[in-house]
């Protein structure tokens, strides 16, 4: 096979990069699957889904004519679902065993996208922390010729000298102003870079930090961040710093409420300013999940998203010995959990709009793609069903990012979904079992057994 165009598209899959007009013109159908929209609608048996393109052109019954030329895949007994949509990761923290700052290389951070994508992530928002090589990334996922799921960020960031968030990070990844003026003006440098979305912390890390953002601070971000029309995602982990932040304006809460059960004030409050609430659930699992459970290390899925490090580290004695050794860290830790599910559940009840996340990529125990896929199981531990969670993590987490165009599959959406041996919405666990991904019309991965992270 020999020809110019077949050069280029070899070196440019040799590269990770996808040709543009490959996707172009091309129609295939997909045949008798069963369908779940994202929308919350039971499955729908025997369906066909037409794509042209990048897009879905029509959902319709087996009996729907397939159109003259058109390629067709037999589905028969999979679910086809939306592509996962994770409203708070982080790109280029980790590598390995280590979060640094300098991990934000193009190749790590591909990489990364890579593997969401491989796991059916196929939207990440990576909120905050991001340096230079994200808005050199960006504009290259959004056009599709980078490899790996799409990208959207929250620049850097705002924190707090001494204070949250504790990473190790370069000076242009995080802003840690001192005064309203200077907040003011590290926004309006995040907004001149088109920045999707603005980051502040307010948090003491279970009081291990001396310094909290004042709320002189954190009130003048959200001012002015909504004069240059950009919406404000606030880490919190207490009830109180929660009801400060909704009462002064702020959009999304990044992280769920995990000291205390929420209050009726508090729900009304969220209402009425209709805040977005990501849950965040298994982060706080993420301290102790491997060191109680190291049978996990051996499932594929599990294996298959762990690099060589940190497998080895996870799989040490030492280390879950360690761990384990931290018992009251984990007291605390499984509590937050605890309540972090309990409080989702009370705002899911209550009609709360809520987002979809799990921090991976903040530390190497937040995996990315396996986090997303835990996040579902405990979505479903906290009391909602397997679809509930499922529309939590498509169309509403689409919607926390004013993204219309993905999130439920349907005419004119994108074709970004995740082909699945099993129906999840009988056992959440068969969002595991992926037979292939879809993105933007493409099939890009099969079985996770064949990714090598
Ligand atoms: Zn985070």
Not at 303 to 310: F, G, K, N, V
Request: hydrophobic share 40%; net charge negative.
């Amino acid at each position: 096979m020999r020809c110019g165009m077949c050069a280029v598209a070899a070196l440019a899959l040799a590269l990770g990069v996808i040709p543009a007009a490959a996707a172009a013109s091309t129609v295939t159908v997909l045949k008798d699957a069963r369908l779940i929209d994202g929308t919350g609608t039971p499955p729908r048996e025997h369906t066909t889904l037409v794509i042209e393109g990048e897009r879905i052109t029509a959902v319709g019954p087996a009996s729907m004519a397939t159109p003259a030329g058109a390629q067709v895949v037999d589905l028969a007994g999979k679910t086809v679902m939306p592509g996962l949509i994770s409203d708070h990761s982080h790109l280029g923290l980790v590598d390995g065993t280590r979060a640094d700052g300098a991990n934000a290389t193009v190749a790590n951070i591909e990489r990364q996208l890579r593997q969401f994508e491989a796991y059916g992530v196929t939207t990440v928002m990576s909120l905050g922390l991001n340096g230079p090589v994200f808005y050199q990334l960006r504009p290259q996922a959004h056009a599709g010729t980078l490899a790996g799921s799409d990208m959207f960020g929250a620049d850097r960031g705002i924190g707090v000298e001494g204070g949250a968030p504790p990473v190790k990070v370069q000076p242009d990844q995080l802003y840690r102003p001192d005064t309203p003026e200077q907040a003011r003006q590290d926004v309006r440098e995040m907004a001149a870079r088109h920045t999707d979305l603005v980051k502040l912390w307010l948090d003491d890390f279970h009081g291990t930090l001396p310094a909290r953002m004042s709320p002189e601070v954190y009130k003048a971000v959200i001012d002015e961040a909504h004069a240059q029309h950009l919406r404000v995602a606030a880490h919190v982990y207490y009830l109180e710093d929660a009801k400060r932040l909704v009462a002064d304006g702020v959009d999304i809460l990044a992280h769920g409420v995990r000291d205390r059960p929420v209050d009726q004030a508090f729900i009304d409050a969220m209402k009425v300013h209709g805040t977005w609430y990501i849950p965040t659930l298994g982060l706080d699992e993420s301290f102790y999940l491997f060191a109680e459970q190291p049978q996990l290390l051996d499932q594929p899925f599990v294996a298959h998203a762990l690099q060589p490090p940190l497998r080895q580290q996870l799989a040490s004695p030492d280390w879950r010995q360690a761990t384990l050794a931290k018992s009251a860290d984990i007291a605390t830790n499984r509590q937050s959990l605890a309540t972090n599910e309990h409080n989702l559940k009370t705002l899911y009840d209550a009609g709360g709009k809520i987002g979809f996340g799990t921090d991976s990529g903040a530390t190497p125990l937040r995996v990315p793609g396996f986090a997303e896929h835990r996040e579902l199981k405990l979505l479903t531990d906290a009391g909602l069903t397997p679809l509930q969670a499922i529309q939590l993590a498509t169309q509403s987490a689409a919607g926390l990012l004013g993204l219309s165009d993905r999130g439920v599959l349907a005419p004119g959406k994108r074709a970004d979904f995740v082909v699945l041996a099993d129906d999840p919405t009988q056992d959440i666990g068969a969002v595991d079992r992926i037979d292939a991904v879809w993105h933007r019309g493409r099939e890009v991965s099969g079985a996770v057994t064949a990714f090598q992270p």
